[in-house]
């Protein structure tokens, strides 16, 4: 039979779970949502026109992950041309969502 105590104390331990599996799994969802942004407003805006089969979307982000990489801070291609450029803040969120989902 449960006691009161017992269920008590096991109730304690789920919201202790919960608690400990949020903080765990929010900050890398909270990092993909800004990387999107990102890629939304310095990548999609030009590649919906000029290389309209990357469009990043928050179901491929994840996929064109390494080529991202590679093309900002490997060879620094990207973002094409000299009107969009990624500040530091970016550059941060972008490497941290990449990083930490490798
Ligand atoms: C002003 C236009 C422009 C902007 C801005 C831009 N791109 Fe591109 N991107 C292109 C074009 C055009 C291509 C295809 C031709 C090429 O690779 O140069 C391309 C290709 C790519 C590729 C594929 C390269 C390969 O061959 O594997 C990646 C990855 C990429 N872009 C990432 C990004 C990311 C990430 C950003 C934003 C931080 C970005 N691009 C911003 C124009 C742009």
């Known amino acids: 039979m ?7 104390s096991a109730m304690k ?3 202790v ?17 800004k990387a999107f942004v990102i ?11 000029q290389n309209p089969r ?4 928050t179901e491929n982000m994840a996929r064109h992950a390494r080529k991202i990489k590679f093309q900002v801070f490997t060879l620094k291609r990207m973002p094409k041309g000299d009107e969009i450029t990624l ?4 550059r941060k969120i972008l ?3 990449i990083d930490e989902r490798q």
Do not use: G
Not at 2 to 8: N, V, Y
Not at 54 to 57: L, R
Not at 87 to 90: F, M, P, R, S
């Open 87 to 90: 500040n530091e803040t970016e």
């Open 95 to 97: 490497k941290t969502w």
């Open 13 to 15: 331990i789920l919201v």
């Open 2 to 8: 449960f006691t009161r105590q017992k269920l008590t």
């Open 54 to 57: 990357m469009v990043f979307t």
């Open 39 to 49: 890629l939304q407003q310095k990548c999609n805006v030009c590649h919906r026109k």
């Open 17 to 33: 779970a919960t608690v400990v599996l949020s903080i765990i799994y929010t900050p890398d969802k909270d990092m993909k949502e």
